[in-house]
């Protein structure tokens, strides 16, 4: 009985640090961002609690087409993250002999700090960065300028390698964690039923990883999405995301700046959670027709 | 695929070369494939003419162990309820957990700052702990949870079935099995502490120097081959890190034959 | 130029006045203590009790020849003479003010920062945020000794009244520089660069606002275009200031299809820019400090053949200061701290373009023959201009509080078009 009682609150016990954690640091934090983003800030004078920040936001074509380029940089970088990274787990599982060193290799990116990578990505990919001089000494382009413009340009270039570098890794260590787990089970029973390779990889092996994989897109996308240091560095003053955008209105002396820069990261976190609560719902549905796996999220 | 896995381990470690040659290259003009003038000049302004730099690298690996160290013991027990648990609030949970990477940075700095004033820990080396720990902690839990999906609880059920207490089961029955886990929520936690610059200022208060606080402004300065410097030292110390603590690991537990990590 | 200065001062007063009243200015702070009288003597009692302590310097960190200067030179020099510790805390302006802010907000007294550098937009706000201490000029006797007191720049920071909350640390000047082998002649005025940039498309560009070097180009271009007491006189309010500068704006509209990669986008720092023109894509950068073309050739980063050059009508010229925030935890030490770094000694080694190269803030008419002749054996070397062809062609800040608005209106007239 009492053992029964114990067990009924031991999950409880188990999340409390985390919780005290979240509810002592981190609440406080966000309570603040969502208090300040209505434009309240006594301290500095501003009373006035309303809604308008929002709405000037939303009326702001400036931020409209932040909004549209954050989403289109998380996304395609999420996007080739996740295949990159997923190719690299199938290699890594194949190629797994021995070789300890280019198997710890593989993982160098994710020591490198963000920062880091965004330098790197600039002398490697700039206009007079490395691969441009090496086109140059084998006389494909003239000029530094004929080198096309990857870092700092519009297109977002510079900041998806960027992240793709830093992610592709972290997709391919969650990734393999999970496939080495199905390989014993469900794989070999496929093969003795005379599956050959490419029929054992899409009809069971991408199926079963279909969660981990939608789950960690979910997470480089988010990641991207409110994510500050690379676009930063890498960014192209014409095409801001998001969280530059919060951040120049953050450290803008205009004191009056700072609601609209929390409005606009509650907007991204809003978003960004809406993609979470989705995925969860849908993930709950699949699970109710029989499919299984997903684990954490 | 083989060949496709050489290629990547050759990309995820050029850029280190580049870097390496960033750090000596004191004249470099377009469109040289060398610098043409190589020196020790950057690495005299960061160990010689900057005394806080060594410091600056203790108290990074100090910081970055001890984050590593407070996230796992939260996040472990969390990640056991998550996924071997049921409880009211599981889902909420989970989306909690998410927080701290969907919630742009900027957003809670000063609200945290301002939480961790009024626990008098600004200014300490544990205030920056704890707050370097609380971004670290998505990734631990998801890490953890993974591991534990994989794992699973039947061995534990059983050892309990057969009288065993929860704190021998921990230690004979689920540490050896989630120890490759560990280490790898272990050097993720490690990564994130030491590359955290704004949050170290705004609750080390300038008074707690990490190599990514002597770092950055040199990035905004545009003085890149110095910060140069500074990542190959940090690189240089996570890596020292890692391994060794991987190595002493592997010493007592050995797990040659379990899949993660 | 004078008149021009003490127009500025009554206008600035006025417009403080009136803000004050309008409902958009923010509370008075809770006014910080101001030092009584009783402290103000210097005791040797004084002094040595501050003997041992560490007093804390917060500022931009982005050059080491600056982080070396403070570090090898300012402390080493300060300790040597006070026992004092100077412990340097590389951190912008921008992460410094929300920490004090944070304070405030929190209600702490005890803050880490004891000195910080500052000045513009920022010292506007940290002033209006109460996030200063002060007044203090009266406790640095150096400021008295060694300072021009007719020069508006020692009270005046971007039109606003100083009132003793801060204290001058170096003068920056915008200049331009080309290479005078890629070069034949450098552009007088705007005109002439428009000139210069149709003849050779794609070589020339500028950082974007809000940078605040690319911001201070900007309104270069505005004082070229519509003169600085147009926009000096406009009110504070955006459509306003937009139709005074609007030719400036269209002008730079013109000048956008000839420049790197057709304006389509531009570089967002300094550090960008300059690294453009070391490695020969662009003809023309420009930096706020004017000896910038000397320490670039020392570091052997630009040839020998780089000069630095102003426009005929002028560039755009401010000072940066010291001030001590609300909660400074060892303010007496600040003061010395301050008072040891405008010694003229110490701002003549900050001239030398191998410790730094930032323009001194004391008057040379007070100096002694010593200390003069210090200065004149100052050689910095080649590519830059005098002293006095700076002076001469300095021009004032417009209000700090109009600075944001002519930022975004360049964002959304000529950037995003």
Not at chain 1, 23 to 33: C, D, E, I, K, N
Not at chain 2, 222 to 244: D, E, N, P, R
Not at chain 3, 363 to 389: F, K
Not at chain 3, 400 to 410: E, F, G, M, N
Request: proline fraction near 5%.
């Amino acid at each position: 009985m009492n053992k029964r009682r114990l067990s009924k609150i031991t999950p409880y016990i188990l999340i409390l640090p985390f919780l005290c954690m979240m509810s002592f640091v981190f609440a406080g934090g966000l309570l603040q961002a969502v208090v300040q983003s209505t434009g309240y800030m006594p301290v500095f004078g501003m009373y006035d609690v309303s809604l308008r920040y929002y709405v000037q936001l939303f009326s702001n074509a400036r931020f409209m087409s932040s909004l549209w380029y954050t989403f289109y940089i998380a996304f395609v970088s999420a996007a080739l993250s996740v295949s990159l990274g997923v190719l690299i787990a199938f290699a890594v599982d194949k190629s797994r002999s021995g070789e300890s060193l280019s198997y710890t290799l593989y993982k160098v990116p994710i020591i490198i700090p963000h920062i880091v990578v965004a330098i790197l990505v600039i002398q490697i990919f700039f206009q007079t960065g490395i691969i441009s001089r090496i086109l140059f000494a084998l006389n494909i382009i003239q000029d530094a300028t004929d080198f096309p413009l990857l870092i700092y340009d519009r297109g977002g270039i510079g900041i998806m390698l960027a992240y793709l570098y830093k992610q592709a890794p972290f997709v391919t260590l969650t990734v393999f964690t999970v496939l080495k787990g199905l390989n014993k089970k469900y794989v070999q029973v496929a093969q003795n039923l005379g599956a050959n390779s490419f029929q054992t990889v899409f009809r069971v092996t991408l199926p079963l990883l279909a969660p981990t994989i939608l789950s960690t897109f979910l997470i480089t996308f988010a990641f991207a999405f409110g994510a500050f240091e690379i676009p930063f560095l890498l960014r192209s003053p014409a095409r801001l995301t998001l969280p530059i955008l919060a951040y120049f209105d953050y450290r803008s002396p205009v004191l009056a700046h700072m609601p609209a820069a929390m409005a606009t990261s509650v907007t991204i976190s809003v978003i960004s959670l809406s993609f979470i609560v989705v995925y969860m719902w849908l993930l709950r549905a699949m699970t109710r027709r029989g499919m299984e796996g997903g684990g954490f999220l | 695929m083989k060949a496709l896995f050489y290629v990547w381990v050759f990309i995820s470690c050029a850029p280190l070369l580049v870097l390496a040659v960033m750090t000596v290259s004191t004249f470099w003009p377009y469109p040289a494939l060398l610098p043409e003038i190589m020196s020790w000049e950057y690495y005299y302004h960061v160990f010689v003419q900057n005394d806080q730099t060594l410091n600056a690298a203790v108290t990074s690996i100090l910081l970055a162990v001890s984050v590593a160290f407070i996230t796992l013991m939260i996040a472990v027990p969390a990640a056991k309820a998550l996924t071997h648990h049921n409880f009211f609030g599981k889902d909420f949970v989970k989306i909690l957990v998410l927080l701290p990477i969907i919630v742009p940075g900027i957003a809670v700095t000063i609200g945290n700052q301002i939480s961790m004033i009024r626990l008098g820990l600004t200014g300490t080396f544990g205030g920056v702990a704890i707050i370097h720990s609380l971004f670290a902690l998505p990734f631990a839990i998801r890490i953890m949870s993974n591991v534990f999906e994989a794992v699973g609880n039947r061995l534990e059920l059983q050892a309990a079935v057969l009288g065993a207490g929860p704190a021998f089961i921990f230690r004979r029955v689920t540490l050896p099995q989630i120890i490759p886990g560990l280490l790898a929520a272990f050097t993720l936690s490690f990564t994130i502490s030491i590359a955290q610059y704004v949050t170290t200022f705004m609750i080390g208060g300038g008074r707690v120097i990490t190599l990514t606080i002597l770092l950055v402004p040199h990035i905004q300065g545009g003085q890149t081959h110095i910060a140069a410097v500074y990542s190959v030292l940090l690189i240089g110390a996570a890596v020292l890190s890692l391994s060794m603590m991987e190595h002493i690991v592997r010493r007592y537990y050995n797990f040659e034959n379990v899949f993660y990590a | 130029m004078r008149k021009k200065f003490s127009i500025l001062a009554l206008m600035t007063a006025i417009v403080m006045l009136f803000s004050a009243c309008g409902q958009a200015a923010p509370t008075p702070a809770p006014q910080p203590a101001t030092p009584s009288a009783s402290e103000a003597a210097d005791t040797d009692d004084l002094l040595e009790s501050l003997r041992g302590t560490t007093v804390t310097f917060y500022g931009w960190g982005g050059s080491h020849f600056t982080n070396n200067w403070l570090d090898n030179i300012v402390a080493a020099s300060f300790y040597e003479n006070y026992g004092i510790i100077m412990q340097r805390v590389p951190m912008d302006i921008g992460d410094i003010l929300n920490k004090l802010m944070g304070e405030r907000q929190a209600g702490i007294s005890g803050g880490d920062i004891d000195v910080v550098w500052i000045n513009g937009e920022n010292f506007y706000t940290a002033l209006n945020a109460g996030l200063l201490y002060g007044p203090f000029t009266d406790r640095i006797e150096n400021f008295a000794r060694y300072l021009d007191p007719d020069d508006p720049d020692n009270f005046f920071d971007f039109g606003t009244y100083i009132g003793g909350m801060q204290v001058p640390y170096g003068r920056a000047q915008l200049v331009f520089a080309g290479d005078t082998s890629v070069m034949d002649r450098f552009p007088a005025d705007a005109r002439e660069l428009l000139e210069m940039a149709r003849e050779n498309p794609g070589r020339f560009t500028y950082v974007a606002p809000p940078d605040f070097t690319g911001s201070a180009f900007v309104r270069n271009i505005i004082y070229e275009i519509v003169g600085f007491d147009a926009l000096f006189d406009a009110p504070n309010d955006e459509q306003a200031i937009y139709e005074v500068i609007r030719p400036a704006l269209d002008f730079l509209i013109e000048l956008k299809p000839y420049l790197w990669q057709e304006g389509q986008t531009y570089p967002a720092t300094t550090a960008v820019l300059n690294d453009m023109f070391t490695d020969g894509i662009i003809n023309m950068t420009f930096s706020y400090s004017p000896l910038f073309v000397a320490a670039g050739i020392l570091a052997g980063e630009f040839p020998e053949t780089t000069q630095t050059f102003v426009f005929d009508n002028g560039n755009i010229g401010n000072t940066h200061y010291m001030a001590v925030p609300f909660n400074a935890p060892n303010k007496e030490a600040a003061f010395r701290l301050i008072n040891h770094i405008i010694t003229p000694e110490i701002q003549i080694t900050k001239y030398d373009a191998r410790n730094w190269g930032d323009f001194p803030v004391f008057d040379v008419e007070r100096l002694n023959a010593e200390q003069r002749a210090m200065l004149e054996a100052v050689d910095n070397g080649i590519g830059i201009l005098s002293a006095a062809e700076l002076q001469n062609s300095r021009l004032p800040e417009v209000q700090a509080y109009k600075i944001p608005i002519i930022d975004r209106l360049w964002i959304e007239h000529v950037l995003m078009q």
